[in-house]
């Protein structure tokens, strides 16, 4: 204490503490303030995004209502014999929710119903990060509203649509886990007569790794054309739980004995005949990475394992960001023969398509203008990615860019 301050009176200490608590009311006042404003400006911007979410035309569905067999956490669909199957897979949509994220999530919502109402299909597959609870990016924890936002999207568009789970879904700091935003879905879900009644969801059996675990079969009048197998693909690692050294988890050994179970029970009820499947889930499995170093480490073309569809690697140095750890998932498609698509999203400005031993690897188109710092200014990367299935089960897989509709990827490695 200086000298000063030693002189002075005890009636001016008295003052001068007063006008230190008056400052730091003011200070602590106007911090509140501040806060205030900012989550009524995230309010009335979520309002405004909701209000836009009500102004949509609705695109309708003519697919019959699935039936939901509680028992296999599984749904069915039926259609004609003669009739196509289309599924169109969406990925990372990345609603922030908050108020540092109005606009960009508009531009979300817009770049979605644009989609839908260009494909009008018949299945929406959304492969993960529909929330994006992120706060220095979207200004809020909550990521049960952004999930909700999403689900009032989908129930407007009025389509059939199933998702499942991204690493941002559920951060280890946001306001709600795994478990709590799968039963938001489920509850609001076909299977429980929910508010949602066009949405295919399950949190799936008790017991094994994932809160997303499920299927969705198509059937014609002569059996099975395929099965969706929606797979959670999980988040981080456990040394990782904030994600910031990428450390992926994987698909885990109980899940793929359940898929293993999944595609003997559907090929019983199927007469014995193996049903053609597809399985979509979030981040890529280690065969992605495995497949697209060999294609490049041959100058960008084709090999004897790997067939080059279109896309192109936009992440840095061609990076696929999988778990390091190898899930057995892959090993188990090839010696049951029944899946030959696989589908998942995570890396957003990767959207290549490949077959690689056999089974198509996709990435799917990303929406994100939030969570890539600049994506918002990019667009070749941004779309959905369409998916026809013939009556056989056969079918073909093709990029749906937001822009104009017309994909130019496949420029990129001629063969």
């Known amino acids: 204490m200086g000298k000063a301050a030693k002189n002075l009176t005890e009636g001016q200490k008295k003052a001068r503490r007063k006008g230190k608590l008056i400052v730091t009311g003011w200070v602590v006042g106007a911090i509140v303030v501040v806060i205030g404003i900012l989550v009524a400006a995230g309010a009335i911007g979520y309002n405004g995004n909701m209000n836009k979410i009500k102004n949509l035309e609705a695109v309708g569905s003519t697919v019959e209502t699935p039936v939901y067999d509680a028992e296999n ?15 169109l897979q969406l990925t990372d949509i990345h609603i922030g929710g908050g108020f540092l994220s109005v606009s960009k999530d508009g531009w979300a919502i817009e770049a979605v119903a644009t989609l839908v109402e260009r494909v009008k299909p018949d299945l929406v597959i959304v492969t993960g990060d529909i929330a994006y609870p992120v706060p220095f990016q979207a200004g809020t924890f909550n990521n049960k509203r952004e999930a909700q936002m999403f689900g009032e ?12 789970f991204g690493n941002h879904d559920t951060e280890s700091y946001s306001y709600f886990d795994r478990d709590d935003i799968a039963k938001m ?25 994932g809160s997303c675990n499920y299927t969705i079969n198509v059937k014609n009048d002569n059996g099975y054309v395929q ?75 084709n090999t004897a394992d790997v067939t080059y569809y279109y896309g192109f690697a936009g992440e840095g ?32 400005l990767n959207n290549w398509s490949v077959e690689y ?12 203008y939030l969570a890539y710092f600049g994506i918002y200014k990019k667009y ?15 079918f073909a897989v093709k990029a749906e860019p937001l822009a104009d509709g017309v994909y130019r990827g496949s420029e990129y490695y001629p063969q």
């Open 153 to 164: 999207l989908m129930d407007k568009l009025d389509v059939y649509w199933a998702l499942t």
């Open 317 to 348: 140095d061609d990076r696929v960001c999988c778990s390091e750890e190898v899930s057995p998932l892959f090993d188990a498609v090839l010696r049951l023969g029944s899946t030959k698509g696989i589908f998942c999203g995570h890396d957003h």
């Open 380 to 394: 070749e990367q941004r779309g959905g990615t369409v998916i026809t299935v013939q009556p056989d089960g056969s």
């Open 73 to 87: 956490n599984s749904y069915t669909i039926t259609i004609p014999g003669d009739r196509e199957f289309k599924v």
């Open 357 to 368: 031993k056999g089974v198509r690897l996709t990435y799917g188109m990303s929406v994100d």
């Open 227 to 301: 099965s969706f197998f929606i797979m959670d693909s999980n988040a981080y690692m456990g040394d990782d739980p904030f994600g910031i050294m990428w450390n992926y988890d994987r698909i885990h050994d109980d899940q793929v004995a359940w898929y293993e179970s999944e595609v003997g029970r559907i090929k019983a009820l199927n007469g014995g005949n193996v049903v053609k499947s597809m399985i979509f889930f979030h981040i890529p499995l280690t065969q992605y990475r495995d497949a697209w170093e060999e294609f490049r480490a041959n100058g960008y073309k």
């Open 185 to 209: 879905y489920f509850e609001n879900s076909l299977a429980c007569g929910g508010k949602w009644d066009k949405l295919l969801f399950s949190p799936g059996p008790e017991g094994i790794y």
